[in-house]
């Protein structure tokens, strides 16, 4: 009995000692699937411990900016307490830079707001001193670069950095708060030398309307619409500055994202090159913003809203963390700007912060300050954190076989990480595996990636069958022609027929009024070349064919899921709305058209989409996404025959003049209109009713 227990005692130990021990994730990782749903994910990283109390340093006070500097050790810009404190990796505290001797008189720092090191030098924003003081390795005393002086800078331009950065050159790149100019480059001297990345002006188009209408002196008093500021910058490897702003009107980002734009106009994130432009890939799914899912204009219900971007941490293999400042969460990104995972959170317990302000990646953990709580929280990288480096490292290499071997993996862990299913189709395009790609970009829905698959494959089944591709399509224009002139022919050979006029006469004949509407439509109304019943059968046609685009569509082409009721709705609701407005307008402004040549002469002019839907259906599965927009173009010409053809109909049919025919058809439309607002109005009251009647019901039933 000993022996059992002794053996159960060894297993617990020797799972315990296995073990690292983590706190319980206070929040959701999650990612955004390629339509925007939040979708939970793993955890990449989980808090491990947080500290607050520094040893000799004691506590901070409103921290401003937390790095690594060239030494390996922890720096932190310690606001409040107008010093900067530097830390070993066991957090304790190797010196506390406060006060110090320039130039045999005593300086001190005051308020200072953001670190960076470079060349064996630590450089520090000496924010309410109005200046750069940079220290050497031993965090010894090196020199100051005072405000910059030159003609292009504003007369009350105040020189306040909050952020620094420093190239290999030694050039020295400076964000000034309240400088809306750009970031400021100067040499390594610090000699002023120009703006880099200057934003572009953003306004509101509500308060646009608005000014137009304003007196000289509101709109003096108003806002101007003036440059965004940045908030903070950090240099690459290869010298490229990344910069952050939280100043880009609301509706600007949320039209951004909705377009899944790739530019940088309303982009709260930027890398930027020498030469001042920006060179931030915005490949995945939505651009590097943080949050997607926000109202265009703030609500009371709304949580959350568009985050504010605030700093850009660098980590391994090119892939960037951005801070959001609103929500306190952490989103990470790849190089070509995917959404890997995103966490953190408002709250008190580990793992949340009262106000998260900067993030430092140091071997492999990352150091989130706060600066409200003036503490670190140390976040340590998960076997699921470690596998998603490691697939970015084999996509950055271009081993694409073996990393769509660890997507797989990550889809084991992760089945609803759209990115997965993204590598592992990449994976077969570089792998010339199209139709495979193919079905996996449509298993989350990705079209842009899907058309190029697509579009490939469609190349090399050209290459083997593109001479039958040739063959059939002449086949199908010599028909169509030969149809036609057979219509054409047969409907001549009608023209002085005494028989009763047969259902396949009277379907033929519209092949005539489309081309002929004036002598075409005035058959049908005073030779019975039409009837209701084909007039019907073309309406039939017509709704079967919508429904069939609807639900038969290509992929590429079809606008998200297709609905028999809305199909359908589409074209009998403006139908029934134009027929009906047509005979009560007409009726008492000497139409000569009866309720039933409305009908009839409405149906007919529905003919050019019966005759473009079918073929353009076809069509749609072998477009590419760039190509859609032929079945747009020719959609838009069998509407605008089909207009035309109805304005000639009501025109032929009540015997109007073209000026008469052309006001009456706007009444109409505005008749259309507003009967269907009355519909609205109708239905809505009556809904209405029920619910009061039905709330009624319910009130007796559950007191009885």
Known sequence: MKWIKLFFVMIFSAILLSMTVFAAAPYDTYTYSYEGKMQVSPNAYLPKNKITNFGEAGTLNAPGDIIKDEQGNIVIADTDNNRVVVLNKNYETVTLIGSFTAEDKEDSL?????????????????????????????????????????????????????AVAVDRAGHIYVVSMNTNMGVLALDRDGKFEGFVGAQRVTANPIELFWRMFMSEAQLERSNNFVPMEYKNLTMDAKGFVYVVTSSIDRYSLF????????????????????????????????????????????????????????????????????????QSKMFVYDSYGNLMYAFGGNGTVLGLFRSLVSVAYIDGQLLALDTLDNSITVFEKTEYGHLLDEVVTLEKNREFDKSAELWQEVIINNNNFDMAYLGIGKSQLEQSRYKEAMGTFKLFGNKEYYSKAYNLHRQEQLDKYGMGVLFIVIVAIIGL???????????????????????????????HVIFHPFDGFWDIKHDNRGSVRSATVLLSLTALFFVVRDFSSGYLSSNGEASLITGLGGLLIPLVLWCSANWCLTSVADGKGSFKNIYIASCYSLTPLILFMPPLTIISHFLTLDETGIITAVMGVAFAWMALLLFFGMMTTHDYSLPKNMIITIFVIVSMAFMLFLVTVFFNLVGSMVSFFDGIYNELSFRS
């Open 110 to 162: 005051k308020a200072p707001r953001g670190v960076y090191s470079a060349g064996g030098m630590l450089y520090v924003a000496d924010t309410e001193n109005a200046r750069i003081v940079v220290f050497d390795k031993e965090y010894k005393f090196n020199r100051i670069i005072e405000a910059p002086s030159a003609s292009i800078l504003p007369d009350n331009f105040i020189f306040k950095p909050r």
């Open 255 to 326: 039209s951004a994202i909705n377009s899944r734009s790739g530019a940088s106009t309303y982009a709260p994130v930027k890398k930027i090159n020498s030469a001042g432009t920006d060179v931030l890939r915005r490949n995945g799914f939505y651009p590097p913003v943080g949050d997607v899912n926000f109202k265009a204009y703030p609500n009371a219900r709304e949580k959350g809203g568009p985050s504010s971007i605030i700093e850009v941490c660098l980590l391994d293999n090119e892939m960037y963390l951005i801070v959001d400042e609103n």
């Open 481 to 511: 022609v030969w149809l036609f002139k057979a219509a054409k022919k047969y409907n001549r050979s009608r023209k002085s027929s005494a028989e009763k006029r047969t259902i396949f006469e009277e379907l033929a004949y519209s092949l």
